[in-house]
């Protein structure tokens, strides 16, 4: 959870990062005097899909994005949702299961416990596992037909469609997109995600969603971050300092 305004880092879970004053240390170590701006993965993504990816021309967009949590970056109405302060989109930290397993951000039974990195090895009996790399030994052993992988994967993606459900019917967006993880997720388990989102998304919200992976892929946070780098000089050249 980054601030907007001076790119403090209210909140890392899985760093362990606590108030962590990252613009003013970047800035620091870089030992040049411009202005450093830090944003939130899930957002700056979102930023660049929208911008010049798959959600060019879409107003209202979610860019669902999984590292070893999950969170996502919302537009509305063609502008980026920041809320108070620019935390908004934590959703990986909806609450889906009622005291259920414990978050890295203290809370119990968030959506990330069912979609993310750890719940998804932790499923699958592979909880001593770790990083992209294992969880994509996971799909491939679904793939090729590893019973546990398939059942972990296939209930993964039930919750993946239960969150994105949810997210539809509240946001009513044109686009869901999947980025990081969660695009792993989706295309492996595409038919479970599809069916909650049709036994729970109201049809007026619905109908007009397209679901997604994103066009600059693992480039996108990068590609998002010059973008909101540059987002103050193009807004106002004369006055950008
Ligand atoms: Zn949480």
Sequence with gaps: MVRRDDGLVRLGPTTGWVDEPIGAALGAELGIDVPVTVGNVADVAAFAEHARGT??????????YGDV???????????RLTGHGGYSGEVGHMVVVRDGARCECG????????????????????SD?????????????ADRGDARAQTAVRQAGDWLGFGVANLVNIFSPEMVLFGGT?????????????SRLNSMALSACLEHVRLRTPKLGEDA???GAAELAFER???????AG
């Design 55 to 64: 959600a060019a021309g879409c107003d209202n967009v979610i860019y669902l």
């Design 107 to 126: 809370s119990r039974g968030c959506w990330e416990t069912q979609i993310g990195e750890h719940g998804l090895l932790r499923a699958a009996g592979r």
């Design 233 to 239: 000089l193009l807004a106002d050249p004369l006055d």
């Design 221 to 223: 946070p990068l590609i």
């Design 129 to 141: 596992a770790r990083g992209r790399d294992a969880l994509l030994a996971l799909f491939d052993a």
């Design 69 to 79: 949590g999950v969170g996502a970056g919302i537009i509305a109405g063609g502008r």
């Design 182 to 194: 969660m695009r792993d997720l989706y295309l492996a388990s595409a038919a479970q995600v599809r």
